[in-house]
């Protein structure tokens, strides 16, 4: 019985990686999404801006990959965009 259930759960999380791999190829990565508003540059740890970034840099290699690949940003899409500003996991 234990293994039809692991079968299943395999087959489910392949299906979702081949479906996310997918949709990752379909993402415009070079799109404007602020308008007027400047990229944020990476200024170091002493950058006092409110908009830089201080440890993370986006082309320092870590590992052998730029930090932009290790830590791709991204959104929740229901609690983002379809939420209404509420905590989805409900109160303290």
Not at 15 to 41: H, M, S, T
Not at 43 to 58: C, H, Q, T, V
């Amino acid at each position: 019985q234990v293994l039809p259930v692991a079968v299943v759960m395999l087959t489910v999380v392949f299906a979702w990686l081949v479906v996310a791999e997918e949709v990752q190829k379909e993402c415009r990565w070079d799109q404007e999404y602020f308008p007027g508003i400047k990229n944020i540059e990476y200024k170091g740890p002493d950058s006092r801006e409110a908009l830089s970034y201080r440890f993370y840099n986006a082309d320092e290699v870590i590992l052998g990959k730029p930090m932009n690949e290790w830590l791709r940003f991204s959104v929740a899409f229901w609690h983002t965009f379809r939420g209404d500003g509420s905590d989805p996991f409900g109160s303290a």
